[in-house]
């Protein structure tokens, strides 16, 4: 797919006040810092759509981007910010598990992890939660490029063992690099194939 066009839509503080769901809807999620607004951004080949290197935790807000006028690209809240006092880290957990459960466009939602790190117990729980609900997600690994390409393989690898130790199946496993600019044309690739509305 060829990105020809994205405008910023809007930013909701609830589900509800989200756009109406007339369109798929494609969501990323993840750790702050995880590299998200880095990887939309390279999605999206635009410079500065998704804000980068915000105050971790601080934009709590879901923001939806038009895609060729035909699907949503949604930013939700990054998670597990330890900063953020306990209320406002349960606000933000019911915020994105409310959006989650009650958007109905929504296609899939791309969860990213640091390449770099071994399998973090929030986003395993995190997985866990998206499989008990069924809703359908995919693995993006970030930042291929701070590691060795043999050590990125590894840690994938250690990563599905971890997987496969409690689930049958795996989801889809997207590995990106930002700076790099890769990994991107499988997402909309991905996207492409399953936007048919
Ligand atoms: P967000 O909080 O998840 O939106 O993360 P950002 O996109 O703001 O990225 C956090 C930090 O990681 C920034 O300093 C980025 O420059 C850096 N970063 C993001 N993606 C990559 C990547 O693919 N490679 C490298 N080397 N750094 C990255």
Redesign the pocket.
């Known amino acids: 797919m060829i990105v020809k066009t994205v405008n910023f839509v809007k930013s909701s503080g609830k589900w509800q006040e989200c756009p109406e769901p007339t369109i798929p809807e494609y969501a990323f999620i ?1 750790r ?8 939309i951004n390279t999605i999206m080949n635009h410079k500065d759509l ?1 804000k ?2 915000q105050t ?1 935790g601080k934009t709590q807000l879901i923001n939806h981007f038009l895609v060729n006028e035909n699907w949503y690209l949604t930013d939700l809240p ?1 998670y597990g910010y330890a900063k953020v006092s306990k209320s406002l880290r349960k606000d933000f957990e019911k915020l994105i598990t409310n959006y989650i459960l009650n958007r109905k466009n929504l296609v899939n939602l791309f969860v990213l992890v640091d390449i770099r790190h071994t399998p973090q117990k929030i986003d395993l729980e995190f997985m866990e939660w998206c499989g008990e609900n069924g809703v359908p997600f995919s693995i993006v690994f ?5 590691l060795k390409p043999g050590a990125a393989d590894r840690n994938v690898e250690v990563y599905k063992t971890k997987l496969l130790e409690t689930w049958e199946d795996l989801p889809d496993i997207y590995i ?4 790099k600019k890769m990994g991107g044309n499988e997402i909309l690739k991905f996207i492409e194939k399953t936007n048919a509305y």
């Open positions: 993840g702050s810092n995880v590299g998200k607004s880095s990887l998704a980068t290197s971790p990054g970030t930042k291929q490029d701070k990106t690099s930002a700076e």
